[in-house]
């Protein structure tokens, strides 16, 4: 039997005999019956077909027809129907996974193939219930033992026979052994995103652009022609999936306007670099056809619209769907569905149709690399295109992306800056051994960076260097880490970017000296250009990232005496001690032959020579080892990140946002506390008008921005050092609002100290 068109005769019969004009689907103010939102996820259907009218094929659009209709019909549920009505009763069994129940009813009308496949896609389309998924064979015997127990409770008048549990059974077991079949992938995602954004009242895909890019660029840059790079890899040598390492001032942004031309999402390892990028690419696509995602993007979009203006939520909520023909996000925002955790297929989905470029990979750690490349392999199977631009590639990296039928290119001529821009000197010192000559420098009116491998040694060494310095002088000593309340940070950050200012020709605008003292958070966060780098050694891709930082912009070679000092004398907390040394040895050897200098090529081939697979078994590396441990563990299921060894992985990269204690009781922003804006939310009159949704979470919004501006990274590991219960009071878990205790101290010259992170390892937080 083929598989049928669909039939609203069917529809008919549900909505009457299950009551489903009647019945709710959603509470609150605008209370949803389930057959208004099955014709809202419907109607969004048919725009999205509209929109990409060759993605499905017929079989596809008349499955997810059937799927709409069922995957709702669940909450016929009499508990569930109480609950949204104000009663206090649990539904006991999450609608999702009982809809699939009543797929009976078209049983006899189309192939028993597509049973199961419904019946995935229905009970994917929420992520309550997992524990029925979980664990196969005795979850989904769960499932049934619940429901058999349950359903007179449930349902008004009928019960599922055996023999229709024992069907469900079966699909649930079929469904779930082919979870890795692409159209049980896409349409589940589909479904996930059209239920999302019907229920929000949203489109699930705005228009597509259908300008020319070319067109668009030039007009964007005022530009005749474009670079030999862009025109080689964004117009000739053009491939699907590809991977180029390039040097900073190729036009990379270009490149990706240029070689995408479908739906397409810009990734970047920050929050600082995806905002700048956003407005870029505002100016090629227009301000309403870019999305702006990462943790704090809302707070961001607040800041460029009137105090009044709701049209900010629209489009912070049309991004957040996935609906926006270009979005710039943090890596987090999509790579996450690498651990195919429920509601992974949303992401997935959306991919199979979209260019993803992914800039400044070298910015991203192990811990991020990793589940990023299974989430590359996994979605260019469905029918992503990436293009992958780099400054460096470890060797490790971009042997997996030629395995996946990636061109990957590390060498081509374009793509190499041939400025002589550092030259290198190596001292076997500790970095405070070299005060005299940083001080010296700063007097001479040059501008110096200092990127130590700890906060706690950047404080230090700030503390230590500002004692030497005159009133005047100590004006011009600046500190730049991650452990400062982001109010503080983006002052700084703005400080940075202003002293380093230049002209079209490399002249700063600025002529006065300044040192910044900074940790690896300069690395790929902000676009400077100082005088100087006296730097901590750390491993080859680590510190030439922080070289990027010296003379960066300028259009001629650098000719005075060496611009990049490293001090060899460090201690082993953040990088393994063997591959800091191969390092050293493989720059020392590098610059011999070269007049001390290091060019673009030859960084290229330290980074990638030192993250070969071979390099690191010849060395005795641990790095290879914990990546393959890593990888295993995460390609054995999702429930593995619910272990500790997950925790572990990524203790690093995983933190919490906190205020430290001094907020509690100290005025801010006119407010006696923190504690005092906090209350406006439930004591603000606008809040309780009943006629004025928008209004009501914009001003809610306003107080958490507030807020959110006296809030700090700490990473878990820290936190765990004094424990979690002593370590945060909490004002409001459901908005993460919560308080560091006393113990950790904050002030804002210097950042959060106190003995409570005297031990803390890294700032490994970008």
Sequence with gaps: MDFIKYDENIEKELVEKFALNNLLAK??????????????????????????????????????????LFHDIGKVNNLFQKKLNGRNVTDIIPHNCLSPLFLKK????INDQYLPLLTYIIINHHTRGWKYLINERQGIQLLINE??????????????????????????????????????????????????????????????????RSNLLKTALNIKDFRPFQKKFGIGEKKDCQCIVADTGMGKTGLSVLWSNRKKFYILPNRASVNAMYETLKKVYGDEK????????????????????????????????????????????????????????????????????????????????????????????????????????????????????????????CTIDNIKRHKIRMEDKKIEELSDEIISKFQNQKKVLIVTNTVRKAQDLYTALNARLSDGEKLRINILHSRFIWKDRQDKEKKVLEETKQDDNGNYLNKDGCIWVCTQLVEASLDLDFDYLFTEASTADSLIQRMGRIWRHRKIDYEGEENIIIATNVEYKVYEKILVEKTIELI???????????????????????????????????????????????????????????????????????????????????????????????????????????????????????????????????????????????????YEIGFLNESYEYNEEIGLTGKAIETEEDDNII
Excluded at 159 to 168: D, H, I
Excluded at 345 to 355: C, F, G, P, R
């Design 27 to 68: 509470s609150g103010n605008e209370k949803k019956t389930i057959q208004s939102h099955i014709e809202d996820l419907i109607g969004n259907l048919n725009l999205f077909l509209e929109r990409l009218p060759d993605l499905l094929t017929e079989e596809d659009k008349e499955i997810l027809k059937y799927a709409i």
């Design 588 to 734: 020392k050897s590098t610059i011999e032959q070269n007049d001390n200098y290091l060019l673009s090529k030859q960084k290229r081939e330290i980074v990638k020579t030192l993250y070969s697979e071979e390099k690191l078994q010849d060395v005795g590396s641990n790095y290879l080892d914990e990546w393959k441990k890593f990888e295993n563990a995460i390609n054995s299921g999702w429930n593995f990140i619910l272990e500790d060894n997950a925790q572990k992985a990524f203790r690093d990269v995983m933190t919490v946002e906190l205020i430290p204690a001094r907020y509690k009781k100290e005025v801010v922003k006119s407010y006696n506390s923190i504690k005092d804006i906090y209350n406006q939310i439930n004591s603000d009159p606008n809040l309780s008008e009943k006629d004025k949704k928008d209004n009501k979470r914009l001003k809610r919004l306003e107080i958490l921005k507030s807020i959110q501006e006296y809030k700090l990274p700490v990473p878990i590991y820290v936190i765990k050092k004094i424990g979690c219960s002593n370590s945060i009071e909490w004002l409001d878990r459901d």
């Design 147 to 212: 429901i058999n127990q349950n359903q007179q409770q449930f349902f008004n008048g009928f019960q599922f026979s055996t023999e229709t549990l024992n069907l469900y059974k079966d699909w649930l077991q079929y469904a779930l052994n082919n979870r890795k079949n692409k159209k049980y992938i896409a349409l589940a995602g589909l479904l996930i995103r059209l239920d999302h954004a019907s229920s929000g009242e949203l489109e699930v895909e705005e228009k597509p652009i259908e300008e020319d």
């Design 290 to 413: 870019v999305g702006l995602l990462h943790s704090t993007s809302l707070y961001n979009l607040l800041d460029n619209y009137n105090d009044d203006d709701i049209s900010v939520l629209k489009q912070y909520d049309q991004t957040r769907v996935l609906s926006k023909p270009v979005t710039v996000c943090t890596a987090d925002q999509l790579f996450t569905a690498a651990f195919n955790m429920p509601g992974y297929e949303k992401i997935y989905a959306t991919l199979s149709y979209s260019d993803v470029v992914m800039d400044e990979i070298q910015g991203f750690q192990p811990q991020q690399i990793v589940p990023i490349l299974k989430q590359i392999k996994e979605t260019k199977g469905l029918g992503a295109r990436y293009l992958i631009i780099t400054a460096t590639l470890p060797d490790i990296v971009a042997k997996r992306l030629s395995d996946y039928g990636f061109c990957v290119v590390d060498s081509d001529d």
């Design 106 to 109: 078209i049983a006899d009308k």
